[in-house]
């Protein structure tokens, strides 16, 4: 563990005398100064990550030496009935979520941008940065107790309203389970993504406005033809940030669902997890997380290409 | 001018939509409150309003139990905090300010790690936390969570840097300062306001993830405070003043952390973050 790292360090420095300039201690520094993170990210995430990938090609099951199996894993995986239900399960989550939290909180920013008082801009932004800091764990399960059969918040607002006849038991059967926990949260304006969108708007220079408006933009026409292409650096990383938290749920399948009923809230974490932790297959559960790296590969490339296509904000 | 002066003299239709999207924002948090205070009876008998007589005897009931997860999570959190402002204030500050060979490729190697799923590595983590016999212990549990928090706070801390001006280090380089004493004068304290907001995002993390602790904490007593609440909940199911006093009592600490801390989180995000 302690050599590898060592040598590795040994083989940069040599890039620098490569060339033949003295090795001072300027030129030095950086490579000094990155060691510890990434001899701890060496050991912690590089590592686990390469053999997470060579894992995926053996039947290991976390005690017997691992056998070479092939594709075998992801063969049988792509005949699992759960893992295909797992992955339609995510991607409706991770459109919808993620849609809705986008535009929740680009709305809500922009109507805190308004404002145009300082002051004010920041007594909202606290107001709504309040539900964050409750331990998620506890925010799904007062949410869970919204959807609750009996006594639930949901379902006893509908009795009062006198719509008795539509409760449902939302998180415990199939037609209803997956949404009730994407409305998680609603109404979604209370996220990272906001924070984000309201500082980034707060930053932009306020000769753009004033040029808008003497060009005659109306407020829509500024948002949608001004703001939204200017934080399209924002916007794509909070969409990226986004997308990547719900190809990886599991929190809410850990607190209130594990996944059912049926497979109605399967997600592949949650089937690496129980693969993993409850059955000890370690070399087929690797294989589904390879799986959500390919999906998270694949999305995060082709979004940062669309975003630097014609950018008209940044110089590459 | 007072507030209540300001909000009445600025937008107030869009003030009154903003109102009514954190009144529908807060309402479950509210609801957690009020029934803290209940017990069986009045939780049913009065479900949308609060209750006289109020029980405070639901918390002196759960606070052992939940001060104990409190506890662990302030000793997990607390190094971890440490670990990451140190390690991204070092490798962001390097990144923003040092031109070497490799500095790109570095930076992308680093955020690449940003795109792998946690739960990919979680395994050969497990596997190599059980080898180091290194399960439910303190550091088994700071050091992974101080390497799943400091890619992006290198990433927070790099552009946050980067927007500093360039000649208070050149100037303090050219006073004679060495690159410690740049790190050391110039970079801290300048990062204090950056610093705070990747403290925040930490303090958030590991105040939040279950996975990990699930995964490698066996002694249930052992665990923090978001894990812990779940084998919380299992016991008081029924109960539903305890429980939700319980729910109360786990997200207290964080809101007076961020009530001391909010100004600096939201300056330091100033400027936005982007791609």
Not at chain 1, 78 to 94: C, E, G, P
Request: hydrophobic share 55%; net charge positive; aromatic share 14%.
């Amino acid at each position: 563990m302690e050599t590898q790292p060592r040598s590795m360090i040994g083989s940069r420095q040599n890039v620098g005398g490569a060339k033949s300039v003295p090795i001072t201690w300027v030129r030095l520094a950086p490579y000094v100064f990155l060691i510890p993170a990434f001899l701890l990210l060496l050991a912690l995430r590089y590592i686990p990550a390469v053999s997470a990938i060579l894992y995926s090609f053996t039947d290991w099951n976390g005690m017997r030496a691992p056998n070479y199996v092939g594709l075998q894993n992801y063969t049988e995986l792509f005949k699992d009935r759960l893992f295909i239900a797992s992955l339609s399960n995510i991607a409706f989550y991770t459109v919808s979520h993620t849609a809705l939290v986008v535009v929740m909180a680009f709305f809500a920013a922009e109507l805190v941008f308004s404002l145009r008082n300082r002051m004010l801009q920041t007594l909202w932004q606290i107001i709504f940065v309040i539900p964050l800091v409750v331990p998620q764990t506890v925010t799904f399960l007062v949410w869970g107790f919204v959807f609750n059969t009996q006594s639930g918040l949901l379902n006893t607002l509908l009795v009062s309203l006198g719509l008795g006849n539509l409760q449902q038991p939302w998180l415990g059967q199939s037609n209803t389970a997956l949404l009730s926990i994407i409305f998680i949260g609603f109404p979604f304006v209370s996220s990272f993504a906001f924070l984000v969108y309201i500082s980034s708007l707060q930053s932009l220079p306020s000769e753009i406005f004033d040029a808008a408006k003497i060009d005659g933009c109306n407020t829509l026409q500024r948002i949608f033809l001004v703001d939204v292409p200017l934080l399209r650096g924002a916007l794509v990383l909070t969409v990226i940030l986004l997308v990547l938290e719900g190809i990886q749920l599991l929190t809410p399948q850990l607190v209130l669902t594990g996944g059912g009923p049926g497979t109605s809230t399967e997600s592949p974490a949650n089937l690496l997890y129980r693969s993993a932790f409850k059955y000890g297959e370690f070399g087929y559960a690797t294989a589904i997380g390879v799986i959500m790296l390919l999906i998270g590969l694949v999305f995060s490339y082709f979004s940062i290409r669309l975003r630097y296509q014609g950018a008209v904000d940044v110089n590459i | 001018m007072s507030i209540y002066r300001q909000i009445q003299r600025h937008g107030f239709p869009q003030q009154s939509v903003l109102l009514f999207l954190a009144l529908l924002t807060l309402y479950p948090f509210y609801f957690m409150l009020m029934t803290s205070l209940k017990d069986n009876e009045q939780f049913f008998k009065q479900f949308w309003s609060p209750a006289a007589p109020f029980h405070f005897e639901n918390y002196t009931r759960v606070f052992p139990r939940v001060a104990g997860f409190i506890g662990n999570s302030i000793l997990y959190s607390a190094p971890t905090l440490l670990l990451v402002c140190a390690l991204a204030l070092l490798t962001g500050y390097t990144f923003a300010r040092y031109r070497f060979k490799g500095r790109e490729i570095l930076f992308l190697a680093m955020l690449a790690l940003m795109m792998l799923p946690g739960v990919l590595t979680l395994i050969p983590l497990f596997a190599q936390m059980r080898d180091w016999a290194w399960l439910g212990s303190f550091q088994g549990v700071v050091l992974p969570w101080t390497s799943f928090q400091i890619v992006f706070a290198t990433f927070v801390m790099r552009v946050y840097f980067e927007k500093l001006p360039k000649e208070v280090f050149e100037a303090a380089r050219l006073d004679g300062a060495g690159e410690f004493g740049l790190l050391w004068r110039i970079a801290v304290p300048l990062a204090l306001p950056g610093l705070g907001t990747i403290a925040i995002l930490n303090v958030l993390f590991t105040w939040n993830d279950i996975i990990w602790p699930l995964v490698s904490v066996f002694d249930r007593d052992a665990l923090p405070v978001a894990a812990g609440m779940l084998s919380f909940r299992s016991d008081y199911r029924t109960e539903f003043g305890p429980l939700f006093a319980g729910y109360t009592l786990a997200s207290i600490p964080l809101i007076i952390v961020f009530a001391f801390t909010i100004r600096r989180f939201i300056r330091g995000l100033e400027g936005g973050l982007s791609l």
